[in-house]
């Protein structure tokens, strides 16, 4: 894995996916390190973080915030920051309840819905925030426009969420029980 | 003495007779270890304020006090484990003891710095100065180990920390990646300090041991000195009671580097001798946290000036 600068072609598809995720303006100035892997990720860093990160080549180096495939996936730390940067279209709002349900990885319910835009397709990838506007996962919509809200069906396939910090650590918690 | 209140608390007698040598009050201190240890968070401010964190544990049946250091939190009732919250899964709080944070708050880390923390996993310490730098400057932050290192990466990620990597690196290795305007060494220690979290400890460690973390303290100490820039700051801290990995440690990077120890507000006042040997005045500038006077784990820091 080596960090380094991202490319023109990343920086623009970076920037271009700031600007879907609602963030190029509250982001556009960040200093951005790309480490490469499969696929490659997408990296916050200070300004003074990035030259050092390109000399040490550590193990971990600032916020990782997407993933740069064919398109842009946030992660949960960069979901939280693009919900908090500006409102887009792609943020979800579910309810209480349901972001309960989503920090335990499971999907969510129309009827949990609190706010969507009319105009989101079928499998598209979307920022769920809780009812603070905080992000809490990352899901793919099921349905399309208002047939996201149809009640007694899961419209949002749970992706990604922040529950999984705690799950993981459960996890390897139980293998070292078991070892 | 030490024979009777070992068998009354189940430790190993030649710790409890350590013991009266350099924790006051043992009789109480062995008492507050055999109850949990009081509870703290400490506010990200990185994503939340206090007042908002606070408004929204208290909805949820929390019991929160003030500590000494405005962005910690004692957890006085909890209707929730404190690490289940939603709040802790966004990254609003971290769980961490309120001695840890008196070492940061000791470091004085501030925006645009350079700062090492050279043993750094789980990272509450580091994010905490990450915090405190408002996520500008740099950290870097040494874990040799990469399962640490990795549960460290995902802390840094909940609490949205964006100024500092992880370098797989022993810390007696740090000359190797350059220069520091603060250095934070918490040494690996024998753990006496946390006795009530682990009471496994009453009995699981040795008089050797003390010698073998005191001797590594050392050198760690040495290389946390030689990576300071001229005037920077070097925080010296262990979860330990025992003067030879703590007092002692101090008193010869101060004899043999010329470093300045100076004074931190909290805390008992560092001891001035043990063993027959008396320490440099400023050694009293260190710090003690007992549990049972301070209601914290056991805790030691030292500020000292290059």
């Known amino acids: 894995m080596t960090y380094r600068k991202p490319t023109r072609e990343e920086t623009t598809a970076i920037n271009r996916a700031l600007g879907r995720w609602g963030a190029y303006e509250a982001l556009k100035d960040s200093t951005f390190l790309v480490k490469d892997g499969k696929p490659n990720k997408v990296c916050i860093v200070s300004p003074a973080l990035e030259e050092q990160a390109i000399a040490l080549q550590p193990y971990a180096a600032g916020l990782e915030i997407g993933e740069l495939g064919k398109q842009f996936t946030p992660t949960v730390a960069g979901a939280y920051l693009f919900a908090r940067s500006g409102k887009s279209r792609l943020c979800v709002q579910v309810g209480d309840d349901a972001e309960k349900l989503v920090l335990y990885g499971r999907d969510v319910m129309g009827d949990s819905i609190i706010e969507a835009a009319q105009d989101l397709d079928e499998n598209e990838l979307v920022i769920l925030t809780n009812q603070k506007g905080e992000a809490i996962g990352i899901g793919r919509t099921r349905f399309a426009g208002k047939s996201l809200l149809q009640k007694g069906r899961i419209t949002i396939t749970t992706l990604a969420d922040a529950g999984r910090y705690l799950r993981d650590e459960d996890e390897s918690r139980t293998k070292m029980a078991r070892r | ?306």
């Open chain 2, 1 to 306: 003495m030490s024979a009777a209140l070992a068998s009354k608390y189940g430790y190993d007698e030649w710790l409890v007779s350590r013991f009266l040598q350099y924790v006051p009050d043992v009789d109480g201190f062995l008492e507050k270890m055999e109850r949990p240890p009081a509870k703290y968070i400490r506010v990200n401010t990185l994503k939340t304020s206090r007042e908002e964190l606070v408004a929204r544990l208290v909805a949820k049946g929390f019991e929160l006090g003030d500590t000494a250091i405005h962005d910690v939190l004692a957890v006085k009732k909890a209707l929730l484990p404190t690490g289940a919250t939603n709040e802790y899964l966004l990254g609003h709080y971290y769980i961490q003891d309120l001695s840890s944070c008196m070492a940061v708050e000791a470091l004085g880390a501030d925006k645009g710095q350079a700062v090492l923390d050279m043993a750094a996993a789980p990272g509450g310490k580091t994010t905490y100065i990450a915090q405190k730098m408002k996520n500008t400057g740099s950290i870097v932050a040494l874990e040799p180990v990469e399962k640490r290192a990795r549960s460290m990466a995902f802390n840094m990620e909940r609490l949205g920390v964006s100024n500092t990597c992880i370098c797989q690196l022993n810390g007696l290795r740090a000359a190797d990646i350059g220069t520091f305007d603060r250095v934070l060494l918490d040494a690996p220690c024998s753990c006496e300090g946390v006795i009530a979290k682990d009471p496994g400890r009453k009995t699981s460690h040795s008089p050797e041991d003390v010698d073998y973390c005191a001797s590594r303290q050392e050198k760690m100490l040495k290389v946390a000195i030689q990576v300071a820039r001229p005037g920077g700051v070097i925080v010296y801290s262990t979860c330990s009671f025992a003067p030879e990995e703590n007092e002692a440690v101090i008193d010869r990077a101060v004899k043999e580097f010329g470093v300045r120890v100076e004074p931190i507000s909290h805390g008992s006042e560092g001891m001035r001798s043990f063993g027959g040997t008396d320490f440099d005045p400023g050694v009293r500038n260190s710090r003690r946290f007992y549990p049972h006077l301070h209601d914290t784990t056991g805790f030691f820091v030292a500020r000292l000036r290059k």
